[in-house]
């Protein structure tokens, strides 16, 4: 098979970017491991800065996000027992967020590979892409059991952190930035009226917590959880009780619980892969860069690499300039960057680390009473959280 740009994975990154592609007419393989089913089962987070949802526009895959989305234009922080309020629109000049789930995104994503036709192979195994720093790189593959291979001019790891692509970097060209939290989130979705119309980050002595949502009708709760913790550990009721101590009293009393549909534990992590760019190799979102989920950044920083990259990539193909694939790397990486400071920040903020100082522990309240004391302080967390400029 022949193509000219070969993507690996089949998330939110390697779809939009098929996507994108071949709205301009560069063609595009996607090559999945898992199965559609599988890759539609993942529940992941759910909050789109506008930059993002103008990108699911512009791969026309917007309509259903812009029916069935939630524009939110500020979230609640709890903290000492009260809640205050981080308006975005005011302090981000008008902008806010769109509360859609990343799954039904990813779902409107494989429907428009499928209305144009695009190619999309899953359950493809042993992916290998080969002679990176060649012309003509390829991918090889193995779909039941036959072997198949993919020329290409240009191989995209879309694949996620568990990826293969960005092992095809030698380890001597290779740099990674890791920092692994001690603690988890366990996530329930329930068929529940959301507590709050806007987000709920919780800081709480207990640890952290957070009131988000699908729909009026889905809710998704987190809790902090130690590491050692399992899913069967937590039974519904475990989870409701856990979660009502962290929510201030008045939030608690409009809480709604019920049977969970959904229950999972994630670590908490922070990892960047220097440089996002080896020969005709890319890598973009997860496969280069993850953040712990506390700040939404994961895949609306996936969304700005897939908007660089498809840039760069009509610069080369349409008017014959790589100057954007040659300075993709650095460019993603400065946007990513800043994404981890952002997360970082809020990540410890508002959560319970074992043996924190005294000190630390004061400098973390100071942080949200400087936070909500001052203008500027919420300007510069609504911008982040917006989206910084692409
Ligand atoms: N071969 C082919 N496909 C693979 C391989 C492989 N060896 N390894 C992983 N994949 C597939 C996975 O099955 C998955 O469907 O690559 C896809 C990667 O998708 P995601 O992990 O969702 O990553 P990405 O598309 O970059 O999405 C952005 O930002 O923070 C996150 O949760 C957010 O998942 C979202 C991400
Ligand atoms: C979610 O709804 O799953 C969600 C929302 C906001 C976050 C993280 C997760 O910061």
Redesign the pocket.
């Known amino acids: 098979m022949k193509t000219q740009v070969c993507i690996?994975?089949?998330?939110?990154?390697?779809l939009m970017l098929s996507q994108l592609l071949h709205l301009q007419g560069i063609e595009t393989v996607v090559?999945?491991?898992?199965t559609r089913a599988y890759?539609l089962s993942r529940i992941?987070?759910g909050v789109l800065e506008q930059g993002f949802a103008q990108l699911m526009r512009q791969a026309q895959c917007g309509d259903r996000m812009d029916r069935e989305g939630e524009v939110h234009d500020g979230f609640y922080i709890a903290h000492s027992g009260k809640m205050d309020r981080v308006d975005l629109h005011k302090y981000s000049s008008g902008n806010s967020v769109m509360v859609y789930g990343?799954t039904e995104l990813t779902r409107d994503l494989y429907e428009a590979r499928d209305r144009l036709n695009g190619i999309v192979i899953h359950s493809?195994e042993d992916?290998k892409p080969h002679d990176l720093k060649a012309a003509n790189p390829f991918v090889t593959f193995q779909v039941a059991g036959e072997e198949k291979r993919v020329d290409c001019d240009f191989v995209v790891g879309?694949?996620?952190?568990?990826?293969?692509s960005r092992q095809a970097i030698p380890a001597n060209v290779l740099k990674e930035y890791e920092k692994v939290y001690p603690f988890g989130w366990l996530g329930i979705l329930s068929r529940t009226k959301p507590v709050s119309p806007e987000l709920i980050y919780a800081k709480h002595d207990r640890g952290f917590a957070l009131c988000s949502m699908r729909s009026q009708v889905l809710s998704r709760y987190y809790i902090q959880v130690p590491l050692t913790d399992k899913v069967e550990d937590w039974s519904d009721d475990a989870f409701w009780e856990e979660l009502k101590r962290r929510l201030p009293a008045e939030v608690v009393a409009h809480l709604v619980t019920g049977p969970t549909i959904e229950k999972s534990i994630a670590p908490l992590r922070s990892y960047v892969a220097e440089p996002m760019r080896y020969g005709n190799l890319f890598l973009?979102?997860?496969?280069a860069h993850?953040?712990p989920p506390t700040g939404a950044r994961?895949?609306n920083t996936?969304g700005s690499d897939i908007y660089y990259l498809f840039q760069a990539m009509i610069d080369h193909y349409k008017h014959g300039n790589s100057a954007g694939l040659d300075h993709y790397s650095e460019k993603a990486l400065a946007r990513v960057w800043k994404a981890q400071r952002f997360s970082w920040w809020m990540t410890t903020m508002l959560h319970n680390f074992p043996d924190t100082s005294e000190y630390d522990q004061k400098l973390k309240d100071i942080d949200l009473a400087y936070l909500f004391s001052s203008e500027a302080a919420q300007s510069s967390m609504a911008e982040n959280y917006v989206g910084l400029p692409y």
Do not use: K, M, T, Y
Not at 31 to 34: A, N
Not at 284 to 287: K, M, R, S, V, Y
């Open positions: 690996i994975g089949g998330g939110p990154s390697g090559l999945e491991r898992q890759v992941r987070a990343q493809a992916v879309a694949d996620g952190f568990h990826g293969v973009a979102g997860d496969a993850i953040v994961g895949l996936a």
